[in-house]
């Protein structure tokens, strides 16, 4: 997707309603088992001087739940989020002799919960070049934002990935996705289709669904009501196979030649090969 040239109100529309076509699935890890929805690949751009109000769980009619701001000051290009409603919360810290709210930039896999976020600051600077010498998003070509919003008074958690310069004024919105289990955890980077929570979408994923497919563990990447493990699932997976939280800007999905089911056993076996042969040079 290109960058829009202009943060205009196309922008703030395709930032509202952009979840009404995203998919749901289940975050399948050693801390907690949740249903992760994600954004899908945005690339919104900020203007420089203007904010962008994220409306992260699609529940138009309703207010946006942060406010990204790329703001001209006086000292310069400033980046910065907000956090709009209690018992919101951020992945932040305070520093210098202010005691000034700084938001953290995170990396992908690193926990989003009650224990990594706080209600003070639930708001942060990201980027002012010198005048916020503890900014964390000066230049930052992917980082992650954690947070914790509300959804009908209930605390839920997600991630916002990023690109800023604040010398250049540039901020970009990545993607985004968050919890839809009421105060399950989240890893940055943790999207649709990636079942073992290791930030990839790729054979390993396949390979719990294969093990799980059938059951009624809360598992449901389709997002249908029966919470059965099935052929949506897999539909899923295949959709955003090839996709990492690790890459700066990962190419859409479809554009990598995704297995067949046919051959994903071997797929799996020649992957747990490589990682034990890497093993051994290592030694």
Same mark, same amino acid.
């Given at each position: 997707?290109?960058?829009?040239p202009?943060?205009? $109100?196309?922008?703030r529309?395709?930032?509202?309603?952009?979840?009404?076509? @995203?998919?749901?699935t289940?975050?399948?890890?050693?801390?907690?088992? @949740?249903?992760?929805v994600?954004?899908?690949?945005?690339? #919104? &751009?900020?203007d420089?001087?203007?904010?962008? +109000? /994220?409306e992260?769980?699609?529940?138009?009619g309703y207010?946006s739940? #942060?406010?990204?701001?790329?703001? *001209?000051? !006086?000292?310069?290009?400033?980046q910065?989020i907000?956090v709009r409603?209690?018992?919101?919360? #951020?992945?932040?810290?305070?520093?210098? $002799?202010?005691?000034?709210?700084?938001?953290?930039? =995170?990396?992908?896999?690193? /926990?989003?919960?009650?224990?990594?976020?706080?209600?003070?600051?639930?708001f942060?600077?990201?980027?002012?070049? &010198? *005048?916020?010498?503890?900014a964390q998003?000066?230049d930052?070509p992917s980082?992650? #934002?954690?947070?914790?919003?509300p959804? /009908?008074?209930? /605390?839920?958690?997600?991630w916002?990935?990023?690109?800023?310069?604040?010398e250049?004024?540039?901020?970009?919105?990545?993607?985004? *996705?968050?919890?839809a289990?009421?105060?399950a955890?989240?890893a940055?980077?943790q999207i649709?289709?990636?079942?073992?929570?290791?930030?990839?979408?790729? &054979?390993?994923?396949?390979?719990?669904?294969r093990?799980?497919?059938g059951?009624? +563990?809360?598992f449901?990447?389709?997002g249908?009501?029966?919470?059965?493990?099935?052929?949506?699932?897999y539909? !899923?997976?295949?959709?955003?196979?090839?996709?990492s939280?690790?890459?700066f800007?990962p190419?859409?999905?479809a !554009?990598?030649?995704?297995? +067949?089911?046919?051959? =994903?056993? =071997? =797929?799996?076996?020649g992957?747990?090969?490589?990682?034990?042969?890497?093993?051994?040079?290592?030694?």
């Amino acid at each position: 997707m290109k960058r829009t040239p202009e943060f205009d $109100a196309t922008a703030r529309r395709r930032a509202a309603y952009s979840l009404a076509a @995203g998919a749901a699935t289940a975050f399948v890890g050693a801390d907690a088992e @949740g249903q992760i929805v994600w954004s899908t690949l945005q690339n #919104l &751009a900020i203007d420089q001087g203007n904010s962008l +109000e /994220l409306e992260i769980n699609g529940d138009v009619g309703y207010y946006s739940d #942060l406010i990204l701001k790329n703001y *001209a000051n !006086t000292n310069g290009p400033y980046q910065g989020i907000t956090v709009r409603y209690a018992p919101g919360r #951020l992945s932040a810290f305070r520093a210098g $002799a202010n005691n000034y709210a700084y938001a953290s930039a =995170l990396e992908a896999g690193d /926990l989003i919960d009650s224990t990594t976020t706080t209600s003070n600051p639930f708001f942060g600077s990201m980027a002012y070049g &010198a *005048a916020n010498p503890n900014a964390q998003f000066n230049d930052a070509p992917s980082a992650f #934002l954690g947070f914790g919003f509300p959804i /009908l008074g209930k /605390l839920h958690y997600g991630w916002v990935r990023v690109t800023v310069n604040n010398e250049a004024g540039v901020f970009v919105v990545r993607d985004w *996705a968050y919890n839809a289990t009421e105060g399950a955890p989240i890893a940055a980077g943790q999207i649709a289709g990636d079942y073992n929570g290791d930030g990839r979408v790729d &054979a390993a994923d396949y390979t719990v669904y294969r093990d799980t497919v059938g059951s009624t +563990e809360d598992f449901r990447a389709d997002g249908d009501a029966d919470g059965m493990i099935d052929e949506g699932d897999y539909a !899923t997976w295949a959709e955003d196979y090839g996709y990492s939280a690790y890459q700066f800007d990962p190419a859409p999905p479809a !554009t990598t030649a995704i297995p +067949e089911p046919a051959t =994903l056993g =071997l =797929l799996a076996c020649g992957a747990a090969g490589l990682s034990v042969l890497r093993r051994r040079r290592a030694k």
